[in-house]
């Protein structure tokens, strides 16, 4: 493919994201609280006043508007210009590394924005988010196998055994877990969530997301607690955004950091 049209291609990607991203901040605002992502149509929380066509345009209206409503000043979180942002690199970042197979990524990735977010404003993943993973793994490993004439029954068992594996492992983790400290160690949805990495990225996949999701956690538990200055034991944090960083670092170099390391052993 030309390099031209290679960058394009690009900049649409970029586009494209930040728009599915700006429809996402709708479903990550409205699910949890049991509203229709359709009707009413974007509207200012405080005033009530519709958003205009030309007043929702990705990061650009945000920009515009001083990250405020038109009608009543009311100031609009930096988070919706965040996750706009965030799924327009996403995007693009899978075009550029996937070429024509990113759209498949893309969805699971908009999964991903979804559950993280919500998991981090009500402490719960979305069984659409997490079964749904699942499911979209299946489908995944049987339509993608035909389109590149492979055969789909080994992909399909590779994609069970890695759901299993991701269901199994974080089962017992948090079986110990909460045997260990008295008290629920994790939500049954980082459970659902790891068999989603699973059944998308093996059982590799799985792996590498306890290793490098625990990792990460325990530093973004740390800065959490310093920042909000409550030391308690009891302090709860949000796990599913980090499975699905952790994800995410394994789809996009998961393959050179694996290799790096396997050196760096020898
Ligand atoms: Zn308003």
Known sequence: MSLS?????AVWSFFFGSVIASFLNVVIWRVPRGESIVRP????????ARIKWYQNIPIFSWLALGG??????EKISPRYIAIETLGGFLFMFAWLRFGLDAPFLWVWIALMIVGSAIDFDHKLLPDFVT???????LFLSLAIPLLFGQAPWT??????????????IMWLTRTLGTLAFK??????????LMGAVGSISGWDGVLFALIVSSFL????????????RKLSRHFEIPYGPY?????????????????WYLGMLK
């Not at 049209?5 to 291609?9: A, F, G």
């Not at 079964?131 to 793994?137: A, E, H, L, N, S």
Request: hydrophobic share 45%; charged share 10%.
């Open 183 to 192: 008290r629920e160690a994790m939500g049954m949805g980082d459970v659902l």
């Open 217 to 228: 956690g325990s530093i973004g538990g740390v800065v959490a607690m310093l920042l909000s």
């Open 155 to 168: 992909s399909l068992l590779w994609c069970v055994v890695g759901s299993l594996s991701g269901l199994g």
């Open 243 to 259: 499975i699905c960083l952790a994800n995410l670092i394994h789809i996009f170099f998961g393959q050179e950091i694996v290799a």
């Open 68 to 73: 405020r409503c038109a009608n009543c000043r």
């Open 41 to 48: 149509p974007s509207h200012c929380p405080r005033c009530g």
């Open 5 to 9: 049209l290679n960058s394009l291609i």
């Open 131 to 137: 079964i749904g993973g699942m499911i979209y793994g």
